[in-house]
């Protein structure tokens, strides 16, 4: 039997596994080893997986646990690959430094565009890949051209059914099944780390006590990946204080990202205050699930974390959005792969400033899926990616020549309809327009006349 290679970089993404492995998603084994990677930018002082509250509710599910930073230390997990040449060189190193001999390995990783997944599946060349989602990112396209020699090795993609009625786009070009990960099983997964979590979660040094269901509010550390400044990212944080209170929540916890700095909750905390709220913020590295079992909020408000589909779907929680459009309005480069999980929150879910939205809001149905946001997803995915998906254009035109109006606009730019010659793009007839001096000094003159004149 081979040996099995879980490569986890996530608690979210090894509950995943773990789920998977309850479920008799994968053969049999002889061995089956936990690769964990940390990926935080101080990868030395940020906890890894197995130092996470809950981990040990995992650990069964794996004969050993091993780590890849100290393996490639001082390298970086998100940047270090091999050279071709040192491939052979690598794979004995690793196979004599796990015991794996001349074991059949088969590999299951995230994420298999970047490294560390690209990076293990190269230093394996002869194995069997499985790709997992974590989380909604998986639902776009694969972000680059991969190597067929990669690609046809992937037997299929595994995903939580996030978007009951939705199917990931990821690997779609290479003919790659998609399996879903059974919903019971990573739901008692989740119910064995909340239950070890629950002993060591803390706020501000106090285990979370709120009088009545609170309105937990969703961190994500945007600024971290460029999406906004840090200034922004913390008045993010402030509109979801005033968008909760606004809704009637007095009672308001707030999880930050494991990573970011602890001023990131300043504002909202001063903000709460002013508001006559209660904040408590999450001090310890917990899962956003297990805080869903163990507080049932009345309302999970955040930008496009998945955490908000996770309690939507999962546990048939209140959720709302808040910050998508200001966000999906500056996104660079178009095809950035945060696109997909905006579009999808915005899509799905109620804006937190509409309150009547809020109160009335209900999970799509598969059927309500099928028909609209899958339609959006794959219009959205064609044009962030149309050389992997050129197959899909046929239905992006459908889509666009059909849906675009200003609530679906947020979602596309002019500019790249054009360049794609797609509905909604400037006509070929008139594309000079945008490169043309003459054309662009007659719109300045009038800007200036207008000034002039008002």
């Not at 069964?60 to 490639?72: P, T």
């Not at 786009?169 to 998609?178: D, I, M, P, Q, S």
């Not at 064609?382 to 050389?387: A, E, L, N, R």
Request: net charge neutral; glycine share 6%; charged share 20%.
């Amino acid at each position: 039997m081979p040996t099995q290679i879980f490569l986890a970089s996530t608690l979210y993404g090894a509950a995943t596994l773990a789920a998977g492995i309850d479920a008799g998603g994968f053969p049999p084994a002889g061995r089956r080893i936990l690769l964990t990677s940390n990926h935080a930018v101080t990868a030395e002082v940020t906890p890894g997986i197995a130092e996470m509250p809950g981990f040990a509710a995992l650990r069964s599910r794996f004969d050993e646990v091993l780590d890849w930073n100290r393996v490639i230390e001082p390298q970086h997990p998100s940047t270090w690959a091999p050279r071709a040449e040192d491939v052979p060189l690598w794979e004995r190193q690793l196979r004599t430094l796990w015991d794996l001999g001349d074991d059949r390995v088969e590999l299951i990783v995230e994420s298999l565009q970047v490294p560390p997944a690209q990076t293990l599946c190269r230093l394996f060349p002869g194995a069997a890949v499985d790709v997992y989602a974590d989380g909604l990112m998986s639902y776009g396209p694969t972000r680059f051209r991969l190597d067929p020699q990669l690609g046809m090795r992937v037997r299929r993609v595994l995903h939580l059914d996030l978007v009951p009625g939705l199917e990931p786009l990821l690997l779609t070009e290479f003919g790659v099944r998609v399996e879903l990960v059974p919903t019971e099983p990573f739901l008692k997964v989740l119910a064995e780390l909340a239950e070890l979590a629950e002993a060591t979660a803390a706020t501000a040094g106090a285990p979370v006590e709120p009088a009545e269901p609170p309105a937990l509010l969703l961190g994500q550390y945007l600024s971290a990946l460029d999406l906004m400044s840090p200034a922004e990212e913390e008045e993010l944080h402030v509109s979801m204080v005033r968008g909760a209170h606004a809704l009637g929540h007095r009672e308001l916890v707030f999880k930050p990202h494991p990573g970011a700095p602890a001023v990131y909750c300043r504002r909202a905390r001063e903000e709460a205050e002013r508001l006559g709220a209660r904040l408590t913020v999450i001090a310890a590295p917990v899962l956003a699930e297990t805080l869903y079992q163990r507080l049932r909020p009345a309302l999970v408000v955040g930008c496009f974390s998945t955490g908000l589909l996770t309690a939507a779907t999962l546990y048939g929680l209140p959720v709302a959005r808040t910050g998508t459009d200001a966000v999906l309005a500056t996104l660079s480069p178009y095809p950035n792969s945060n696109r997909v999980p905006l579009a999808l929150v915005d899509a799905l879910l109620p804006d937190l400033a509409d309150a009547e939205a809020v109160r009335a809001w209900t999970p799509p149905t598969p059927e309500q899926v099928r028909a609209e946001p899958a339609a959006l997803l794959t219009a959205v995915g064609f044009t962030m990616q149309p050389q992997i998906l050129a197959a899909r254009r046929p239905a992006a035109e459908a889509y666009l020549a059909r849906h675009l109006t200003p609530r679906t606009w947020r979602y596309f730019t002019r500019r790249r309809l054009t360049s794609l010659g797609l509905p909604g793009g400037i006509p070929a007839q008139l594309s000079f327009l945008p490169r043309s001096r003459t054309v662009r000094r007659a719109v300045r003159r009038m800007a200036w006349l207008r000034r002039a004149l008002s």
